[in-house]
Structure formats: structure tokens, C-alpha cells
């Protein structure tokens, strides 16, 4: 799954985080059945719980959102927000405030 989530043939400037590659021209979500979009995996070893995980990830920041608006702390700036290699790929450090609303 890595090398195709990694695979340049396949996805512009994959080590960079952008988001927009699965946005449509009015900022809507597209309907994505990339090929080479596998989360879960694919075939007889998919992940049998895909739903449920996207309904509980869905729910969950539903709720953050709602009830918090999120900022960068003291006015920080990313200066890159390329992910860091590791056993996963991670967000770069940076520090965040949340507010009630």
C-alpha cells in the first residue's frame, strides 16, 4: 500500500499534503475511486470494519469542529507541511490552539 500511495505515476508531488487533489473546481469533495487510493486495502483482506472507521472518524471531528475553532499557537506559521518519514507518515511538529466556540 505504501508504494502505491507514494507512486508519482499516479499522484502529483505525493510527499506533499495537498488536499486539493480531492476537491472538484467548486471546493466539493469528488467522488475519488482512484486507483491507487487504498486505505483499507483492497480484495479478500480489506478491511472489514472501512465503514464503521469512516463513520467514527466522520462523527468525531464533526464534533471538534462544531464546538472548537482551531488556530495556530502564538501566530506560528508552518513553514513546510510535508509529513515526516517514520514507522507511520506524521504531520511536521507544530503547535495549535483551540478555542471554544
Same mark, same amino acid.
Given at each position: 500500500?505504501?508504494?502505491?500511495?507514494?507512486?508519482? #505515476? &499516479?499522484?502529483? $508531488?505525493?510527499?506533499? !499534503?495537498?488536499?486539493?487533489?480531492? +476537491?472538484?473546481?467548486?471546493?466539493?469533495?469528488?467522488?475519488?475511486?482512484?486507483?491507487?487510493?487504498?486505505?483499507?486495502?483492497?480484495?479478500?483482506?480489506?478491511?472489514?470494519? #472501512? &465503514?464503521?472507521? $469512516?463513520?467514527?472518524? !466522520?462523527?468525531?471531528?464533526?464534533? +471538534?469542529?462544531?464546538?472548537?475553532?482551531?488556530?495556530?499557537?502564538?501566530?506560528?506559521?508552518?513553514?513546510?507541511?510535508?509529513?515526516?518519514?517514520?514507522?507511520?507518515?506524521?504531520?511536521?511538529?507544530?503547535?495549535?490552539?483551540? !478555542?471554544?466556540?
Amino acid at each position: 500500500m505504501w508504494s502505491a500511495m507514494k507512486d508519482e #505515476e &499516479q499522484w502529483l $508531488k505525493p510527499d506533499e !499534503f495537498r488536499p486539493d487533489r480531492f +476537491l472538484d473546481e467548486n471546493n466539493k469533495l469528488k467522488n475519488n475511486n482512484h486507483p491507487a487510493m487504498m486505505p483499507f486495502s483492497v480484495g479478500k483482506r480489506a478491511c472489514t470494519g #472501512e &465503514q464503521i472507521a $469512516k463513520i467514527q472518524l !466522520f462523527l468525531i471531528l464533526v464534533s +471538534l469542529f462544531q464546538k472548537f475553532e482551531f488556530r495556530f499557537a502564538n501566530g506560528w506559521k508552518p513553514k513546510d507541511l510535508r509529513g515526516e518519514p517514520g514507522i507511520t507518515l506524521r504531520p511536521p511538529n507544530c503547535q495549535y490552539q483551540a !478555542f471554544v466556540r
